[in-house]
Each structure stands twice: as C-alpha cells, then as structure tokens.
C-alpha cells in the first residue's frame, strides 16, 4: 500500500506561482508514475500532467502545457506540481495519483485546494 498526502494548495493571484507536495508513505515511490488531477466544482476530473517512475520522462495537459512542471525526488518519496502563470479557471482541488501499470490508477491522494483569484 501507498499512502499519498498532497499539500501546498491555497489561495493565490492570478499571475502567480505554487508548488504542490505528492509525499508518499508504506512504500517507495520510486517504482510508481506518478500523475496530477484535478477537478473543479462541477466539472469532470482533468489529467494535468505525469512523471515516469524514473523521472526522465513527463507529459503535460493541454491547458497547462508551458505552465506546470513536474519532478521528483525519490530519497524525499515526494513529486511536485510547480504551478506558474496560474489562471482562475485552474482553481480546483489537486489529487496525485500513483501507478506501477500502464494505465490505471492504483493510489490517491485526498487532494489539496488551490484557489486562482482575478
């Protein structure tokens, strides 16, 4: 079992920056891609981007594409989601999410609020 905790959401500017936290507890991180999501009121959960198990390889969203960066650091069994140029309509709650699969979803996290005001 992986145990995620994502933290560093709040209230910011538009314009301005953020870095969310992906720390991972019960098992090293290293073996999982890990992905970010979010979802918005109302709206479905969006892909915002994944880092490979290695961290040699990313892929972005998009809508967050030149934006957001992430990376990794597998001794601290932490990702994070750099959040640059942030806009109001990227308020929503962020999940990581890890998978030792190609495509599913294995673990989540509870998600941490990030607010974009105008």
């Known amino acids: 079992q992986v145990q995620l905790v994502e933290s560093g959401g709040g209230l910011v500017q538009a314009g301005g920056s953020l870095r969310l936290s992906c720390a991972a507890s019960?098992?090293?991180?290293?073996?999982?891609?890990v992905g970010w999501f979010r979802q918005a009121p109302g709206k479905e959960r969006e892909f915002v981007g994944h880092?490979?198990?290695?961290?040699?390889?990313?892929y972005y969203g998009d809508s967050v594409k030149g934006r957001f960066t992430i990376s990794r650091d597998n001794a601290k069994n932490t990702v994070y989601l750099q959040m640059n140029s942030l806009k109001p309509e990227d308020t929503a709650v962020y999940y990581c999410?890890?998978?030792?699969?190609?495509?599913?979803?294995?673990?989540w996290g509870q998600g941490t609020q990030v607010t974009v005001s105008s």
């Open positions: 999410a890890a998978r030792s699969g190609r495509y599913a979803y294995d673990y």
């Open positions: 019960g098992r090293t991180l290293s073996r999982y891609t």
């Open positions: 880092i490979s198990w290695s961290g040699d390889s990313t």
